[in-house]
């Protein structure tokens, strides 16, 4: 299942990234390794983008780049 | 805080992209030390890291220190992990502290210090704690460089490692060659074109390692960096930090949820956009009543040393001389504004609020081209009645997306510019005082769509294919700002906008001024108007015979002379409000001049009194000839050729020659647009006639006429100041040209559209205003809609997307296939 349909407040783990090029790179460079933990924070009052927390931080992605993270909700 | 300089860290990645420097010495030693543009990680490509890896690569470094964030400790770790390979010393700052304290993070430093077998030390930026210590580190490092190469163990990944750093050839690199190594294989783009000079074959053995690992194990590479860089911070974070409020709330949680709550966060974001406005653009727009009479008080004094006109002739040097200084106060005038607008940037920045802008109303303008961050560039090119482009483009400097920064800086232009509105508050006033409000409203929102449909138009097309970035974003968490960091950061953007804007505006003022004076009065028109001039002397000569005082008065030098003590006496006596300012600039006078004095202030003096009654009479005829002279001159001028070559095509659209030279004198500063205008229709009796009466009955317009100048006015072209922030933000030529040209051909078809669909129709003003404005929101509706790609990133390791890198891949690709 993709980032994108976990619901605010639940956690779940990256389990793969099917991002490319240049927004793997970023993807990675934030943070988003595999088996690391995200928590769904909220989506912005326009429904997109979607923030999270990761690592203790915060991060805001859209929904499009969201899908591309696989992930499985805890 | 260490070196000096003033080095500002906004909260808002991305604000530094430049990079300072400073030099300060410690015990004897030398130390110069660069602040390099704050990033994430030495593997991505945005500027930001581009501009630090070459720095590191072409200078060489002695030290490189890392600034980490105590309290988010363990991303950081993920870049230091990365600088440690480069194979130069690293100092680790251990920066905010009592922030991490605050929320409970316990680090042991000690322990870091050893796991990382580099120095490492606490900090607290905004209390200056730590300097002297990290002072002593330096000091202590450059006295003893003896350096351990720092090597990551990346496990099954090191055979290839190991086998590239074999082949890759070096001379005098004194940087790790195991970092190389790794970097070819991490596909880095500036170190693989390094390297390619002396082992040209780089790229295809670094692709074929990578590609025999990944083969082997089913991995990919970039991300098993990744993940073994992540793996060892989060070995350091668990034996070095101890998290003891690890699930309270934080205040930026706190805030968050209101500020950023789906009801809240928009009518929050209206607020603050709404007190910007009006702090900076109202309030400023008032401190301006303030500030214009010491820019007024500038020009008296210029024209006080320039050579005073005789009668009807002014020297061209004094007429250049006030044309310089115009040109300047009115670009000088908007520094308050500036100031005003600059700080509140700087609060907004440091507190943590930009990115958050970003995340609320990306949608919207994700649909269009654009990126969450082009909010506040929008808002302040004149989001409501006005802006200003300049400070609207100097702020997109922080949008990581190419190609939605680019598309925002070409948009901003066409928001409504705040000296703009005198001259439609002028044709309004002539043509539509019935509907001001309306029409106003229509201007002023009209903008916005435009703005909008401009941006999804170069998205699309010129724009298609530039880089662009992801929406990922960090929020970082809320600060107070400082106040003396946002002091200094307005100051140092006005300076910029002071240094770079008004000298190029003033050199193109010159220009300008030749356009408008060159070739001149034709000989006739030139004994035309001496004739004038003589006749109203004479006439003036002839009523004065009889005064007692006619002995002060008796040639056209004196006469001059009078003459201009009294409209100096006027200007500067304008100038004052106070009785005792007014009873100095009398004392000058006086002083100056006791005869003349008593023709300005007659009281009871009769002959005095006659004198005053004619010298009123005589001063506004040689100004009417004056308007004249310059009238004739504009007709004549190099630019009123150009407004009357243009005239052929611009009569569709209903602009005349002397429309034409307005708007193209408005190039320089939009306020001379509404000054050309004025005094061309400003008729002789323009003392009490205003100028929007003057121009209804006047100029043979109909509203209908001034709808097509309005709409060509909102599309019209930036302004010179905004074309050089263009310029500096595009860092292109051809981008300043497109953006000069681009909104006048938009601008003149529109215009002409309107026109020719409201003579044909028989449309009144506020009808082809309406259909104007129907128009355009309609089709920022379907270009709204219209399907954006989900995808919207192109390219990904090449800066160039047709690079033969790129090419390489490809073939490859196929190859296998």
């Known amino acids: 299942m993709g980032l994108d349909d976990i619901q605010s407040g639940y956690i779940a783990k990256i389990v793969k990234i099917n991002a490319t090029g240049k927004l793997l790179h970023k993807l990675l460079d934030m943070g988003f390794v595999k088996g690391t933990h995200i928590e769904v924070i909220r989506e912005a009052p326009l429904y997109d983008p979607m923030e999270l927390k990761i690592h203790n931080y915060y991060i805001s992605l859209r929904k499009s780049e969201a899908k591309l993270i696989e992930v499985a909700q805890l | 805080m260490l070196s000096g300089i003033y080095q500002h860290i906004a909260n808002y990645p991305g604000v530094t992209v430049d990079k300072k420097s400073g030099r300060f010495s410690y015990k004897a030693l030398d130390i110069e030390m660069v602040d390099l543009p704050g990033t994430y990680s030495f593997s991505s490509y945005s500027l930001e890291e581009r501009v630090a890896k070459e720095f590191i690569l072409n200078e060489r470094p002695d030290i490189i220190i890392n600034v980490v964030d105590a309290s988010n400790l363990k991303r950081n770790l993920y870049l230091t992990f990365q600088l440690l390979e480069i194979g130069i010393p690293v100092i680790v700052v251990l920066n905010m502290m009592d922030v991490a304290k605050r929320r409970g993070i316990d680090i042991n430093t000690q322990e870091i210090q050893k796991m990382l077998k580099c120095p490492v030390i606490e900090t607290s930026g905004a209390k200056a704690e730590g300097k002297n210590e990290l002072l002593e580190t330096i000091y202590a490092l450059s006295n003893e460089l003896k350096y351990h190469e720092f090597k990551l163990n990346y496990d099954i990944l090191e055979p290839y490692i190991e086998h590239l750093q074999k082949k890759i050839t070096v001379q005098n690199e004194n940087l790790s060659q195991r970092w190389l190594s790794i970097k070819t294989l991490e596909e880095d783009e500036t170190i693989l074109s390094r390297l390619s000079f002396l082992t040209p074959n780089i790229k295809e053995i670094a692709q074929q390692s990578k590609e025999a690992f990944e083969n082997t194990y089913n991995k990919d590479t970039t991300s098993f960096f990744a993940s073994t860089r992540y793996e060892s911070a989060d070995i350091i974070c668990h034996k070095c930090v101890k998290e003891n409020k690890k699930n309270h709330l934080t205040v930026t949680d706190i805030a968050d ?78 520094i308050p504004i500036f100031l005003i607008l600059f700080a509140l940037i700087a609060i907004l920045e440091d507190v943590g609020y930009m990115p958050r802008m970003a995340f609320i109303l990306d949608r919207v303008f994700k649909k269009f ?133 008004v000298t190029i505006v003033l050199a193109v003022a010159v220009i300008l001024f ?234 003149i078809v529109a215009a002409i559209s309107i026109f020719q669909l409201g003579t044909t129709h028989a449309l009144n003003g506020i009808e082809a205003m309406t259909l104007f404005y129907a128009a355009v929101v309609l089709l920022t509706l379907i270009v709204g809609l219209f399907p954006s790609k989900r995808i919207n990133w192109t390219g990904g390791i090449e800066p160039k997307t047709n690079g033969l890198y790129s090419k390489y891949i490809q073939s490859q690709k196929k190859e296998k296939k």
């Open chain 2, 257 to 334: 949820k209101y500020i950023l709550n789906r009801w809240l966060a928009l009518p929050i974001l209206f607020l603050i956009i709404f007190a910007i406005y009006q702090l900076s653009i109202v309030l400023g727009y008032k401190i301006t009543d303030y500030t214009w009479p010491i820019l007024a008080a500038f020009k008296n004094l210029v024209i006080d040393i320039l050579p005073q006109a005789n009668f009807t002739e002014v020297p061209l040097i004094t007429d250049f001389g006030v044309w310089m200084v115009n040109s300047a106060n009115a670009l000088l005038n908007y």
């Open chain 2, 369 to 501: 081209g654009l990126h969450g961050q082009s909010t506040l560039p929008l808002v302040l090119g004149g989001a409501f009645v006005g802006g200003c482009a300049v400070p609207g483009i100097m702020s997109t400097k922080g949008i990581p997306d190419d190609r939605a920064r680019l598309a925002t800086i070409l948009s901003v232009p066409y928001m409504n510019c705040l000296a703009k509105v005198p001259f439609y508050t002028l044709l309004l006033g002539a043509f539509f005082s019935a509907n001001m409000a309306l029409m106003m409203f229509f201007i002023s929102t009209v903008t916005i769509f435009i703005a909008l449909i401009v941006a999804k138009l170069l998205t699309s097309s010129v724009l298609k294919n530039r880089e662009t970035a992801p929406f990922v974003m960090e929020l970082p968490p809320y600060h107070l700002p400082t106040f003396k960091g946002v002091v200094i950061r307005a100051f140092e953007r006005v300076w910029l906008y002071i240094k770079k804007v």
């Open chain 2, 514 to 747: 030749a356009l408008l004076q060159f070739p001149g009065l034709s000989s006739e028109k030139q004994q035309y108007f001496e004739q004038e001039s003589n006749a109203i002397l004479q006439d003036f000569d002839k009523k004065m015979k009889d005064n007692s005082y006619y002995s002060l008065i008796d040639s056209k030098e004196k006469v001059a002379s009078l003459l201009n003590y009294y409209d100096e006496y006027r200007s500067k006596r304008m100038l004052t409000s106070s009785k005792e300012g007014a009873q100095k600039v009398d004392d000058a006078f006086t002083a100056r001049n006791q005869e003349f004095f008593l023709f300005i202030k007659p009281k009871t003096n009769k002959d005095a009194r006659i004198i005053n009654k004619e010298l009123r009479n005589l001063s506004s005829q040689r100004n009417k000839i004056l308007r004249e002279i310059k009238n004739e001159k504009i007709e004549n001028s190099l630019l009123g050729m150009m407004g009357r070559s243009m005239e052929p095509l611009t009569l569709y659209a209903g602009f005349d020659w002397k429309i034409n030279v307005a708007f193209l004198s408005s190039f320089a500063a939009r306020e001379s647009a509404v000054a050309t205008l004025g005094s061309i229709y400003e008729n002789n009796k323009a003392d009490n006639q205003r100028a929007e009466e003057a121009m209804a009955l006047n100029s043979g317009y109909t509203p209908l006429h001034a709808v097509a100048m309005i709409i060509f006015m909102v599309l019209t072209p930036p302004c010179i100041a905004t074309m050089i922030v263009v310029k500096i933000q595009t860092n292109s030529y051809k981008w300043m040209l497109f953006a000069i040209f681009f909104p006048i051909t938009l601008g």
